[in-house]
Nanobody, 124 residues
Framework: QVQLVESGGGLVQAGGSLRLSCTAS????????MGWFRQAPGKEREFVAA????????YAQDSVKGRFTISRDNAKNTVYLQMNSLKPEDTALYYC?????????????????WGQGTQVTVSS
C-alpha cells in the first residue's frame, strides 16, 4: 500500500510561483512512476506531468510546458511540481499519484494510488 501526502498549495497572484511536494510511504519509491493531475470545479481530472522511476524521463501537458517542472528526490521519497508563471486557469485541486504498473502515465486509470490533493488558487 502506497500512501501519498501532498503539500505546498495556496493562493498566489497571476505570474507567481508555487512548489508542490508529494511524499510517499510504502513500497520502495524507485519502483514507480509518479504523476501530478489536477481537477477544477465541474471539470474532469486531467494530466499535468509525470516522471519515470529514475527521474530520467519527464512528460507534461502542453499547456504547462515551459512553466511547470516535475522532479523527484528518491532519497527523500518525494516528487515535486515547480509551477512558475501561474495563470488563473491553473486554479484546481492538484493530486499526486503513483503508477506501479508501468502503464501510460498520461491517464488517470494508469495510477493505483492517489493523494488527497492540495488546492492551488491563482488570482487575476
Amino acid at each position: 500500500q502506497v500512501q501519498l501526502v501532498e503539500s505546498g498549495g495556496g493562493l498566489v497572484q497571476a505570474g507567481g510561483s508555487l512548489r508542490l511536494s508529494c511524499t510517499a510511504s510504502g513500497p520502495p519509491f524507485t519502483r514507480y512512476t509518479m504523476g501530478w493531475f489536477r481537477q477544477a470545479p465541474g471539470k474532469e481530472r486531467e494530466f499535468v506531468a509525470a516522471i519515470s522511476y529514475s527521474g530520467g524521463s519527464t512528460y507534461a501537458q502542453d499547456s504547462v510546458k515551459g512553466r511547470f517542472t516535475i522532479s523527484r528526490d528518491n532519497a527523500k521519497n518525494t516528487v515535486y511540481l515547480q509551477m512558475n508563471s501561474l495563470k488563473p486557469e491553473d486554479t484546481a485541486l492538484y493530486y499526486c499519484a503513483a503508477n506501479l504498473g508501468g502503464r501510460d502515465s498520461r491517464y488517470v486509470n494508469s495510477y493505483e494510488y492517489w493523494g488527497q490533493g492540495t488546492q492551488v488558487t491563482v488570482s487575476s
